[in-house]
C-alpha cells in the first residue's frame, strides 16, 4: 500500500490528515511508518461510525453499484481496465453536483487557475 500513496503523492500534495475507517488494510505498522515518514496525520474514525467519513463511504456505495456489482471479471486485467473506464468517467466526464456541477477535473483546473489569480495578483500588490 505505501508504493500506491508514494505513486499518488509524486504528482499532488501530502494531505495534512488522511482519515481511515478501523479495517486491518489501514491499522499496519507500515501505514503508520509512512504516515510519520511524510508527516501526515492518520486519523482513524470510530468503529461502527461510517457517517465519520461519509465523503468516501458515498464514493464507494456508488462504485460498489455502478461498477462492482455491474461487472463479473474473469482476469486481474479485464478488473484493471474495468475500473479504470469508470475511475475516469467519473473523474473526467461526470458533473458532480457538490462542487458546482463540474466534473472533478474542471474543478481541479478551476481551483489551481484561481491559485495562480490570487498569487499574482499578490505578487503584483508586494510589488
Known sequence: MCRILDRVFLT??????????NGPEFAGMALDAWAAQHGVHLHFIQPG???QNAFIE????KFRD????EHWFMTLQE???VMEA???EYNEERTHSAIGDVTPQQFIRNHQAGA???QDST????V
Open 79 to 81: 478488473a484493471q481496465l
Open 12 to 21: 499532488r500534495p501530502l494531505p495534512e490528515t488522511l482519515i481511515l475507517d
Open 123 to 126: 505578487t503584483l500588490t508586494v
Open 58 to 61: 458515498s464514493f464507494n456505495g
Open 116 to 118: 495562480h489569480r490570487t
Open 66 to 69: 455502478e461498477c462492482l456489482n
Open 86 to 88: 469508470w475511475r475516469r
Open 49 to 51: 461510525k461510517p457517517v
